[in-house]
C-alpha cells in the first residue's frame, strides 16, 4: 500500500461545476500536508497548505481529518484554467527524507 | 532571480552510458532534491542533501549518485544508464523552518534511454 494515495481520476466536469479530490495516508506521524498542482509537462507548484482548521483560498477549499487520515481539495466554480493534475503531498516527522508525493489526481474541465 | 534551473532539459542515451545533470538555485536554499516521475508513480525521492557536502539516499537511489560540492549546485549521476532510467528528473529546493516548508521545483530533465 502507499504512503499516500489519490484517486488518478481523471475527473472530467464542465466549467462551473464543484469537484472534490480526496488523499488519504498511512503514516499518523505525518506532520504538514499540502496540494501541489502540476500542469501538463511542468514542475509541480505548491497550490495551497492544509491546516487542521481548514482554510480557503478564493474558489479552494482544503480540509484535513487527522482521525481518519485524509485530506481534501474542493475547488468551486472550475475554471478551464484548473485543468491539471493535483499532488496531495504529506511531511512526516520520522527519520530520514520527510516529503512523501501521492501520485495526484488528474483533472478536465470542459467548456 | 532565476529560481531552480535544471540542465540539460532534454537528452537521450543509450544504455551504458553515463551523463550528470546539474540543478542550480539562487535561493540560498538549505535542503536540495533529486526526484524522478513516471506515470502513475507519482514523484519518487532519488536522493537528496540537508547542506553543502551532505547527501543521502532517497527511496530510489540505485544507479544514481549525487554531490552537493557547492551550496547552490546538486549533481544527478547516473554511471551506466539503463532503460528503466528514462524518466522525467525534477531537482526541488527547500528552506527548512520557515512555516510553509514549500519545496520549489525546476522545469524538469526529460531523459530517454534506448
Known amino acids: 500500500r502507499k504512503e499516500v494515495e489519490q484517486d488518478p481520476g481523471p475527473f472530467n466536469v464542465p466549467e462551473g461545476a464543484t469537484v472534490a479530490f480526496n488523499c488519504t495516508y498511512s503514516n499518523s506521524a505525518s506532520q504538514s500536508f499540502f496540494w501541489y498542482r502540476q500542469d501538463c509537462r511542468k514542475e509541480p507548484k505548491l497550490l495551497m497548505s492544509?491546516?487542521?482548521s481548514g482554510n480557503e483560498d478564493g474558489r479552494f477549499t482544503a480540509q484535513l481529518n487527522r482521525a481518519s487520515q485524509y485530506i481534501s481539495l474542493l475547488i468551486r466554480d472550475s475554471k478551464l484554467s484548473d485543468s491539471a493534475t493535483y499532488l496531495c503531498?504529506?511531511?512526516?516527522?520520522?527519520?530520514?527524507?520527510?516529503?512523501?508525493f501521492g501520485a495526484g489526481t488528474r483533472l478536465f474541465v470542459k467548456a | 532571480n532565476a529560481g531552480v534551473t535544471q540542465t540539460p532539459k532534454f537528452r537521450v542515451l543509450k544504455t551504458g552510458q553515463s551523463m550528470t545533470l546539474l540543478c542550480a538555485q539562487d535561493?540560498?536554499?538549505?535542503?536540495m532534491y533529486w526526484y524522478r516521475q513516471d506515470p502513475g508513480m507519482g514523484l519518487r525521492l532519488i536522493h537528496y542533501s540537508v547542506g553543502e557536502g551532505t547527501t543521502a539516499k532517497g527511496e530510489v537511489p540505485d544507479g544514481y549518485n549525487v554531490s552537493r560540492l557547492k551550496k547552490q549546485n546538486f549533481l544527478l549521476g547516473l554511471e551506466s544508464a539503463a532503460p528503466s532510467q528514462t524518466s522525467v528528473y525534477f531537482c526541488a529546493t527547500e528552506a527548512p523552518g520557515l512555516a510553509e516548508e514549500t519545496q520549489y521545483f525546476g522545469p524538469g530533465t526529460r531523459l530517454l534511454v534506448l
Open positions: 503531498v504529506v511531511n512526516r516527522n520520522t527519520g530520514g527524507f520527510k516529503t512523501i
Open positions: 535561493m540560498n536554499h538549505e535542503y
Open positions: 492544509v491546516y487542521s
